[in-house]
């Protein structure tokens, strides 16, 4: 039997761009035993890029991040910046240290 998809109901009570991050955050946390949050910009890189990351200089596509480690440095990222800003994959980490919020400095 062949399954078709059918278009959810669009409502102001669920936000759908909302829905994938919560499931895709429970995976990943599953998935990679997520641990505590990085101190720094420069140890959530090197949590999920390891070795690839020598300095600050660095960004994710320096460092031949591909779509799996986007997904679990974005979600370390939040967790360590509060706020990731668009194109954070083609910052520095000094950069983006720079941007980090006060709070979660």
Do not use: N
Request: glycine content about 8%; proline content about 7%; hydrophobic content about 50%.
């Amino acid at each position: 039997a062949m399954l078709t998809a059918h278009a959810a109901p669009q409502s102001d009570a669920v936000r759908p761009s909302a829905l994938p991050m919560v499931f895709v955050r429970e995976f990943l946390g599953i998935m990679t035993g997520r641990g505590p949050r990085p101190a720094s910009v420069l140890d959530a890189f090197r949590m999920v890029l390891g070795a690839r990351v020598a300095d600050r200089t660095a960004t994710f596509r320096s460092a031949g991040g591909d779509s799996l480690s986007y997904l679990q440095l974005y979600l370390l990222l939040e967790d360590c910046m509060g706020v990731v800003p668009a194109g954070w994959d083609e910052m520095s980490v000094q950069a983006l240290e720079d941007l980090r919020e006060p709070a979660h400095a």
